[in-house]
């Protein structure tokens, strides 16, 4: 891997942002040197000019579900896995982002998820991520409390090393995301088509399952994850039992929950707060529940993940920026903070010795832009806007455009 030398760049560093140049040395960052004029330095390697546009780190996220509906665009309707992933790893480096933990739900069956193609699509982002892939693939295994049968597959997940992050989930009426009375009715009905009756007989099977959890197995689950280094997170907490419960397993996460009080507290509790890009971007929740900026705003909130979008990481990056958050706090929302949460080393942060992830952005009216990603030094994706349209030859048969 030859040396390269990046010039005129705004370097997002984890507490401020300089100007100058970045060597980097093996893939990794060797030297920042601020306010240097390339022009009056000699420098015999490669030199990338980032023409005054901002260099990130690269984003890291803890939680998108996008692989899934890669692999099943539409419902009964399967994608090869390999392509959905060679597709998927350039949209995600086109994001910015160089860390994805994929997000596969064990046990949900409230969509079309199921544990057949949960397990083969595991299978498949580890033999992809051996391959020559373009960013880092890890797999975040969301796992449902009351999937009985499902708790077996989850712990040989967890023994077998495939494993790097640990949700836990309850999606039960009544709670949670679907405390609301009807909600859950109405997801249901929405989303599988059925009718009330048959909603009513799901809801009474469900609510049999949750009474039959053993929790004494749960904690056992939790701590062959801790034992092995697997950060876990609990999933929509909407009250203070839920965050103590999450204590209780030795979880260090709350993704989304519900309300400001339970973000505040869980916070106080001394776990992370992790909220959803896409809340930010469209401004509010889909389920009228918290808005994340209403969280990142009040301190509540510590990293975003894209949940199901990963375009919307960036762009909640720059919007956070703008209601007068310093963008390098932002950035550390989406790059050293998961990086900690995840226990990955060397990564999340511009400084000299760790590994040359770097995204070069620049900004369009509202809208930030990837104009080049390195991931480990190594340039992976690069793209550029078209200033003018090109003209098109008229067609001689069809006299169109």
């Not at 891997?1 to 960052?29: C, F, H, N, W």
């Not at 086109?94 to 699509?121: E, K, N, P, Q, Y």
């Not at 077996?152 to 836990?168: D, K, N, P, T």
């Not at 990963?310 to 007068?324: C, K, M, N, R, Y």
């Amino acid at each position: 891997m030859s040396d390269l030398r990046i010039t005129r760049a705004k370097m997002v560093l984890p507490d401020q942002i300089v100007y100058g140049s970045l060597y980097i040395e093996e893939g990794r960052i060797a030297r920042i040197a601020e306010g240097e004029d390339p022009d009056r330095i000699p420098y015999s390697g490669k030199t990338l000019d980032a023409m005054g546009q901002w260099v990130l780190p690269g984003l890291v996220d803890l939680h998108c579900d996008a692989v899934e509906k890669e692999v099943q665009p539409r419902p009964n309707t399967m994608y090869p896995a390999d392509l959905a992933l060679f597709d998927l790893d350039r949209k995600l480096a086109g994001a910015g982002i160089t860390t994805m933990f994929h997000s596969l739900s064990l046990g949900v069956g409230l969509s079309l998820r199921g544990d057949h193609l949960m397990t083969a699509l595991a299978k498949a982002i580890r033999e992809y991520s051996r391959g020559p892939c373009m960013i880092r693939h890890r797999l975040h295994l969301r796992y449902e409390i009351s999937h009985l049968k499902g708790i077996g597959l989850a712990e040989e997940m967890i023994r077998s090393g495939a494993v790097h992050y640990l949700s836990f989930m309850d999606h039960s009426p009544g709670q949670g995301q679907y405390r609301r009375p009807g909600s859950f009715e109405a997801y249901v009905m929405k989303n599988q088509g059925v009718s009330r009756d048959e909603v009513a007989d799901i809801i009474q099977e469900l609510t049999e399952r949750r009474r039959r959890i053993d929790r004494d197995r749960l904690r056992k689950l939790a701590l062959s994850a801790q034992k092995l280094g697997i950060p876990m997170a609990s999933h929509d907490d909407d009250e203070q039992a839920d965050i103590e419960q999450a204590c209780g397993l030795g979880i260090r996460v709350s993704e989304f929950p519900l309300n400001l009080d339970t973000a505040r507290y869980a916070k106080n509790r001394g776990l992370k707060v992790c909220v959803g890009a896409p809340n930010i971007v469209r401004g509010g929740s889909h389920d009228n529940n918290m808005r994340a900026m209403d969280a990142v705003m009040d301190g509540s909130a510590d990293t975003l993940c894209s949940d199901y979008l990963p375009q919307a990481l960036l762009s909640a990056v720059f919007l956070i920026a703008d209601e007068g958050i310093p963008l390098y706090e932002a950035v550390r929302m989406v790059t050293l903070a998961p990086a900690q949460i995840a226990e990955i080393g060397g990564i999340g942060a511009i400084e000299p010795g760790r590994l040359a992830d770097l995204v070069f952005v620049e900004r369009r009216g509202r809208y930030p832009f990837v104009r080049r990603t390195l991931v480990g030094g190594r340039q992976v994706y690069e793209a550029a806007l078209r200033e003018k349209a090109a003209q098109i030859p008229r067609h001689p048969e069809f006299g169109t455009r």
